[in-house]
């Protein structure tokens, strides 16, 4: 537990059966109450290895796609009584040495939404992230920031802390189960007008790591955008898309 709240990691895996456990094994122990991991119809032994590792494990028969791992993964944490939840992907991208502090973010209620960013201190180049994702990530943040009125560095990690209240708050299962996923949630907790705190997060990229091909990543870019472009047009009330219905603005 972390601040008296029970903290569980959730873990969207596919394919993760090389970095799985250098993962968990990462995390400072202690602090995490459950490890939740989603395979998404993985064909190599990375569910094995969850259950050798003691974690709770959930299996999809088929492929869902990326946002429909974390749909599972959320919706399990918060029957599980969870009251903080970190996403973290369990490729060893990111530094799971951070948790604690990410859970202590959000557990002490300053924050809402804690992202684990690449682009703070260091930065992703140095840790290998290619020249190219690094020029679109900054293009799409600079636009998203505009759009949807923040001041974040990143948009696009898969390190993530949030409150079991902000997980209620939004319709996260009327999202996409593609990538998009992860913008359009933090559309969502915007439009709830929920808190948002960032903090540097070193990466690696290797073989093992995953990512996304290029012309993935040129879909994904459009998603974006359009996630952004949805937003204003919900705050201006022109459009009130799907994913922003009955979302109810917190009061600060």
């Not at 796609?65 to 973290?88: D, F, H, P, S, W």
């Not at 209620?109 to 684990?116: E, F, H, P, R, S």
């Not at 293009?139 to 998203?144: G, I, K, P, R, V």
């Amino acid at each position: 537990m972390v601040q008296g709240k029970k903290l569980i990691v959730v873990l969207p895996a596919y394919r993760a059966e090389k970095t799985l456990e250098r993962t968990v094994k990462a995390v400072p122990p202690g602090y995490v109450d459950e490890f939740i991991l989603v395979d998404d119809s993985s064909p190599d032994a990375t569910v094995a290895t969850a259950r050798q590792l003691g974690l709770t494990t959930i299996v999809h028969e088929k492929n869902l796609g990326y946002g429909g791992n974390q749909k599972t993964c959320y919706a399990a944490a918060l029957e599980r009584g969870a009251e903080v939840v970190i996403m973290l992907h369990p490729d060893y991208q990111y530094d799971p040495r951070l948790v604690p502090v990410m859970a202590h973010m959000v557990a002490t209620g300053i924050y809402d939404v804690v992202l684990a960013s690449r682009i703070l201190g260091r930065g992703a180049l140095e840790g290998g992230m290619p020249l190219y994702k690094y020029v679109a990530n900054r293009f799409l943040t600079a636009a998203e920031n505009i759009l949807l009125g923040l001041k974040l560095s990143e948009y696009h990690t898969g390190y993530r802390a949030y409150s079991a209240q902000a997980l209620r708050s939004v319709n996260w299962r009327r999202n996409s189960d593609d990538f998009v996923f992860d913008n359009q949630i933090i559309a969502q907790f915007q439009a709830a007008n929920l808190k948002f705190g960032e903090i540097s997060c070193p990466t690696k990229y290797f073989d093992e790591a995953s990512s996304i091909n290029f012309r993935r990543s040129v879909k994904y870019g459009f998603g974006v955008l359009g996630t952004a472009l949805l937003y204003r047009l919900h705050i201006w009330g022109v459009f009130n898309h799907r994913i922003f219905a009955n979302t109810t603005r917190q009061k600060n």
